[in-house]
């Protein structure tokens, strides 16, 4: 995986400045889909609901542990609902009390990136986001999809490709209601949607969550704790890019870091339950 990272970040940074790649098609055909998105979620949970459902109940499931109480990954997800649609709240609406100093949060955050983010610094920026690029994740989607099919491991499976897909589907869907308008300074960034919340990040926390989750099972300790610290480097590297790059509001980021720890959290009850079935 690492080597693959590696390859991905050298293709970014030669492409860096061509604008017309591979992202500009991805973002046009989502651009396409957006008046379906309505349809694609409802269509999306009724179909993971219903292979869950089908799914083989006499493996273990390998995402959580069936000794711990689905109450706090349930408590965890409900908090990270509860405050990202309060922050929504607060962002969309200009009468609210919060929402002069959050607007001020975010415009100190802006300047301070425009003022001290060099060119140098910003290339090596482009080359870190990466990470979270929808093609990278697509790709690192479909080889873990792959491996845990040819394991027969179909909870972890379900979980991974439901979450994910999950994910996508509701930040593009709340990009279109919210509508909230990028930064003024992209710095020749090529990006999709509107600002709020931010995808990069709600993916990378989804992404990189369920990978150590499906993970940590089939590591020793150490290593499991070691896979922990490069998916959370990986992911907080992703989500400072995002507000350092200028292409997200600090709102942004913190939305979809939240969004993206919800469906982690809810991943885990589920398999969590899943084993207690077995």
């Given at each position: ?42 269509t999306w949970l009724v ?89 990278w994740l697509v790709v ?85 704790r070691a896979l922990a ?50």
């Amino acid at each position: 995986m690492a080597a693959l990272w590696l390859f991905g970040a050298e293709q970014v940074w030669a492409q860096s400045r061509d604008l017309a790649g591979g992202s500009s098609l991805v973002f046009q055909t989502l651009a396409m889909l957006d008046a379906w998105m309505p349809a694609l979620l409802v269509t999306w949970l009724v179909v993971g609901v219903l292979a869950w459902r089908w799914l083989p109940r006499r493996q273990t499931a390998v995402l959580y542990g069936s000794q711990r109480s689905v109450g706090v990954p349930l408590s965890v997800a409900a908090g990270c609902l509860l405050v990202f649609a309060m922050l929504a709240w607060v962002v969309v609406y200009p009468e609210h009390a919060g929402h002069a100093r959050l607007m001020a949060a975010d415009a100190g955050a802006q300047q301070w990136a425009q003022d001290h983010v060099s060119p140098p610094m910003r290339e090596l920026l482009h080359v870190l986001t990466a990470a979270g690029d929808v093609r990278w994740l697509v790709v690192l989607v479909l080889l873990v999809a792959g491996w845990l099919a040819l394991g027969a491991q179909w909870p972890a499976l379900w979980a991974w490709v439901f979450f994910i897909g999950l994910n996508g589907l509701v930040v593009r869907l709340l990009k279109n209601l919210l509508d909230r308008a990028r930064p003024e300074v992209l710095h020749e960034m090529l990006t999709s949607g509107a600002s709020f919340p931010s995808g990069h990040t709600s993916g990378a926390v989804v992404v990189y969550g369920l990978l150590w989750l499906v993970l940590r099972g089939r590591l020793a300790p150490a290593a499991s704790r070691a896979l922990a610290w490069l998916c959370g480097a990986l992911v907080a590297t992703i989500a400072l890019s995002r507000i350092l790059l200028q292409a997200h509001f600090a709102s942004d980021v913190l939305a979809g870091a939240l969004l993206g720890l919800a469906w982690c959290a809810l991943a885990a009850m589920v398999l969590a339950r899943g084993e207690r079935a077995n």
